[in-house]
């Protein structure tokens, strides 16, 4: 069973966006066992979608098509499909979100799937309709599972050396390395012919992993930083406060991402000005001079005072240099103080991230939401 | 001219990354004024690259293939695109970040240009070497110049309605729209043979549109929502701070992404219980009892409060149910208040958005920076 996608639109064409829907059908079509040999990009342009589409037509078993399917003049999917199909067995795919609905057309044994380019209305579609189908129409006798393992605060290049066997390990079980800002995942792909036979490969090759990355794991397949932190405050009965100046609100935003996260978020503190750091969260104005926002003295005071104010188990406390602009030779920019403060331990750790202003919040984000994680 | 793009990579087509590289050289193409009407994507297999690269040297006058280049086995692209074209005139491109060179072979008059996969690879590469060739050979006449026209608040089916005469206008200047949560974003693109006349079509489109749309307009370019709020904050040397719940920090994050927001950007307050939006930011128990915490009371008690106690001309409100459980028949998930306070306004408006917890949180983050942008 062989699948194709082609994607509709000139703002791809024109780098205005980037193309997640292709990479989220492909991890979809694998899920399935399903192969997918070409992925292509066309315009709003009847013409050259409809060359793709026969092309595509000629060596695959079901094209998905995503984009160029909404209410404006540029929408050409459905007309063009149309003209090239006739009058085919065409069913309607409900749109729960949006209001272009998907389409799915049966053409001389093949499938043509219409599905609509905005990523929030494609994924419910495609998850509540379109899987089905796929599933029950193809059984390949195949079984495609992946299991991803995730760390943070390990650089790419450390990973590599330590997973080098694992990672030239030849299919039916082989091991990926994908890297994001602080974090590294390791992503096991086996093809089986049983979920028995899937399951076992994978496990072996999990055990080995973890044997070597042990706590630098943070969390597996769809967990996040955030989740797995609060995974862990929950299961330890735990409450947190953050006083977060540099990250400015990110921090907090990201452990309210979670849902069920009032159960141990109590309150964030974004002190931004000295003033407000001295008054409300209890920063002595002794250290600011003495040492500077950006110290080792201050982020400590943050956590211990937003900690003491709000009575919780674990303060928080970052403060440091966004950039681009405020860094000096001493202190430069990316210089990131992240403090905690439990009832067992006071930690202070300094950081030098490099990138642009957010990339700078994000990496300390990243830093801070591993302390917590680590120390809890 | 017309050029290609043909991305190499199994780990694309399993979904395992995202093809930014793919977006990334659209970009400069377009700004080349190179036209792209073809974008595909093969695994690591000779004989379906071979296909691709056929295809594409069939209809177009460069082919750029990314990816497939290092020492691997998987790395197939220099022995296949060598197998087509014989021994054609091949340039080696150095590469200073990574270990794979590329390749420029000129063949039968098209140029088939090989570049590294790692996008710090091929970015370098592409900029140092790849695009001063580009513009060499293909001196197209054409200039190729983009305006983009940035709204908030209106949805995209009622821009579509108030653009449609524009969204139909044929080439060379053209009209395009781009919708993401709560903003929605015009696009006129201009192809001249000057400098002069690009700007001059750009200028003429760009005027019927701001007549059109007013003050829904918030940016221009690269300018984001935060960005022009804080300009906005600066130009009226304005002070803010927020108290938001639901956002959970969000707003307060955006803000602060704003490279030189500590002029204006003093205090972020992240209330998530109840007692610390009493106890903290001034809310009454009895609002709390008698509306509920997400209320219009609540929103401009929070507005009022943190306004007050930081002394800022902007006090800003912001409560809500980000979900997913938390809703009721009367307040279900998506129901956010947003209130603002300044020396001359109180307001406070009801939203109600749909999507995931974290959809619905930057949607009211969203809102609220609108209304920031259009209440002072």
Not at 233 to 248: M, P
Request: hydrophobic content about 40%; overall charge positive; aromatic content about 6%.
């Amino acid at each position: 069973m062989k699948a194709e996608i082609i994607s509709i639109g000139t703002e791809l064409l024109l780098g205005r966006i980037v193309n997640t829907n292709a990479a989220y059908l492909a991890r979809k079509l694998a899920g399935l066992g399903i192969d997918l040999y070409h992925q292509t990009t066309v315009g709003d342009n009847p013409q050259r979608l409809s060359g793709a589409l026969r092309l595509a037509l000629g060596r695959s078993d079901a094209v998905i098509l995503t984009g160029g399917l909404g209410p404006t003049v540029d929408d050409i999917t459905a007309a063009t499909v149309s003209r090239l199909t006739g009058n085919g067995k065409t069913r309607i795919v409900p749109n729960r979100v949006g209001t272009a609905p998907g389409l799915v057309i049966d053409y001389r044994g093949r499938a043509i799937i219409c599905l609509p380019g905005p990523p929030r209305e494609l994924c419910p579609m495609f998850e509540g309709y379109i899987e089905p189908i796929l599933k029950k129409r193809y059984k390949s006798g195949w079984i495609f599972r992946t299991r991803t393992i995730k760390t943070v605060g390990l650089p790419e290049a450390r990973v590599d050396q330590m997973m080098k066997d694992l990672l030239k390990l030849p299919p039916p079980t082989t091991v990926g390395i994908y890297a994001k800002l602080r974090e590294v995942h390791l992503v096991i792909m086996a093809k089986a012919k049983t979920e028995r036979l899937a399951s076992r490969a994978i496990a072996s090759l999990e055990k080995k992993i973890r044997a070597r990355l042990k706590n630098y794991i943070f969390g597996y397949d769809d967990e996040t930083l955030e989740s797995a932190v609060g995974a862990r405050l929950i299961a330890g009965k735990k409450t947190i406060a953050v006083a977060e100046s540099c990250t400015g609100g990110l921090i907090s935003s990201r452990l309210t991402d979670v849902s069920g996260s009032s159960k141990y978020f109590i309150r964030g503190a974004v002190p931004y000005s000295n003033d407000v750091k001295v008054k409300y969260v209890g920063v002595s104005e002794d250290s600011l001079k003495k040492y500077g926002a950006v110290s080792r003295q201050v982020a400590a005071e943050l956590a211990r005072g937003i900690r003491s104010i709000m009575d919780v188990d674990i303060g928080l406390g970052v403060t440091g240099i966004a950039g681009p602009t405020g860094g000096t030779n001493k202190k430069p920019v990316g210089l990131v103080w992240v403090a905690i403060v439990t009832d067992k331990k006071r930690i202070a750790r300094e950081f030098r991230f490099k990138g642009t202003r957010r990339d700078i919040k994000w990496q300390a984000s990243q830093a801070a939401l591993d302390m917590i994680r680590s120390n809890i």
